[in-house]
C-alpha cells in the first residue's frame, strides 16, 4: 500500500468471493490496469496475461506462464544466512527438513525442479541447501527430512533415522519455524538437549520462535519489501518494459540468534 502510495496509484483489494474462486473474467472488466496475484497454480495468471493483462505473480519463480512478472524472495541469500551460521559455530553435519518437496519416501522427486504442483518457497530452500552443502563436500542426502508440509509432525521419526548413522548431524536447518520447532520438541523427547547436542535454527522469526524453551535461532524475512517490489515491478510491466525487468528475486533476510544454536565443541 505505502508503495502504491508513493506512485500515486489506488489499489483494489478484491473480496475473498473472487480471490478464491477459479474464473478470472471480473478481472477483465475494465476496472484495473494491473494485477498482482498469488496464485500457485498458474491458472489464473496465464489465462489473464495471455488476455493482455499485466500480472505480477507473488513469492512464485519456478515455470512462470508466459507474459507474467514476478516478485519473489531471494531464498539463497536467506539459506545463506542460516548454514554460515551453523557453519561458523563448527557444524558440518548440517541436516535439512524440507516443507511440501520430494516424496515421502525420503526420495527426492525427479520432477521436482519443473513440477507445479510444489511449493516454490519449500523447493528454492531445499535447492540452496543442497547446493550450498555439495559445495563444502558435506552434502548427505540422507539429512534431508520431507515433511511434505510446513510443519513437521514425522519430526520424531525423523531424529530416531538421523542420530542412527555413523555420523548424525549436530544442527538442523528447518524450511520455517513451525518445522524448527517441532524438530526440537522431538529432540528433547528423545532425551537430547538443544543446543548442546543439536543446534537447530527455523526461518520467519515468529512469535512462537521468541517464546519456545529454548528461544529458537530464525532468519526473519521482511516480506512488505516483496510486495514493494511487486508494485514497482507491475508497473514496469504497464508501462512496456521488458518482462526480464519485471521479474525480481529481493534479497531479504536478518539472522536473529537465540538460544537454539551454540558453538560445537
Known amino acids: 500500500?505505502?508503495?502504491?502510495?508513493?506512485?500515486?496509484?489506488?489499489?483494489?483489494?478484491?473480496?475473498?468471493?473472487?480471490?478464491?474462486?477459479?474464473?478470472?473474467?471480473?478481472?477483465?472488466?475494465?476496472?484495473?490496469?494491473?494485477?498482482?496475484?498469488?496464485?500457485?497454480?498458474?491458472?489464473?495468471?496465464?489465462?489473464?496475461?495471455?488476455?493482455?493483462?499485466p500480472v505480477i505473480m507473488l513469492t512464485r519463480s519456478i515455470a512462470l506462464p508466459e507474459g507474467c512478472g514476478a516478485s519473489w524472495t531471494d531464498e539463497n541469500l536467506i539459506v545463506e544466512l542460516a548454514l554460515a551460521h551453523l557453519w561458523n559455530l563448527g557444524h558440518r553435519r548440517i541436516a535439512h527438513v524440507a516443507g511440501p518437496v520430494g516424496s515421502t519416501a525420503g526420495v527426492p522427486m525427479p520432477n521436482v525442479p519443473t513440477a507445479l504442483d510444489n511449493d516454490d518457497v519449500s523447493y528454492r530452500r531445499y535447492e540452496a541447501y543442497t547446493e550450498w552443502m555439495r559445495a563444502r563436500g558435506e552434502y548427505d542426502p540422507r539429512l534431508v527430512g520431507y515433511a511434505q508440509a510446513w510443519s513437521a509432525p514425522q519430526a520424531p521419526e525423523m531424529l530416531s533415522a538421523w542420530m542412527a548413522l555413523e555420523r548424525p548431524p549436530t544442527a538442523v536447518f528447518c524450511a520455517n519455524d513451525a518445522q524448527a520447532l517441532d524438530i526440537m520438541a522431538a529432540a528433547q523427547a528423545a532425551g537430547l538437549s538443544v543446543p548442546q547436542d543439536l543446534s537447530v535454527i527455523g526461518v520467519d522469526n515468529s512469535g512462537a520462535s521468541r517464546d519456545s524453551i529454548p528461544s529458537l535461532t530464525s532468519i526473519e524475512i521482511r516480506i512488505d519489501d516483496v510486495g514493494r517490489q511487486a508494485v514497482k515491478s507491475l508497473l514496469s510491466l504497464i508501462q512496456g518494459e521488458p518482462l526480464e525487468h519485471c521479474r525480481t528475486a529481493v534479497p531479504l533476510g536478518r539472522l536473529v540468534v537465540r538460544s537454539s544454536t551454540a558453538v560445537l565443541y
Open 1 to 53: 500500500m505505502h508503495q502504491a502510495d508513493q506512485e500515486n496509484y489506488s489499489l483494489l483489494h478484491y473480496p475473498a468471493s473472487v480471490r478464491d474462486g477459479v474464473g478470472w473474467e471480473e478481472f477483465l472488466d475494465g476496472r484495473i490496469d494491473g494485477l498482482l496475484i498469488h496464485d500457485h497454480e498458474n491458472r489464473r495468471a496465464q489465462h489473464l496475461a495471455a488476455a493482455g493483462m
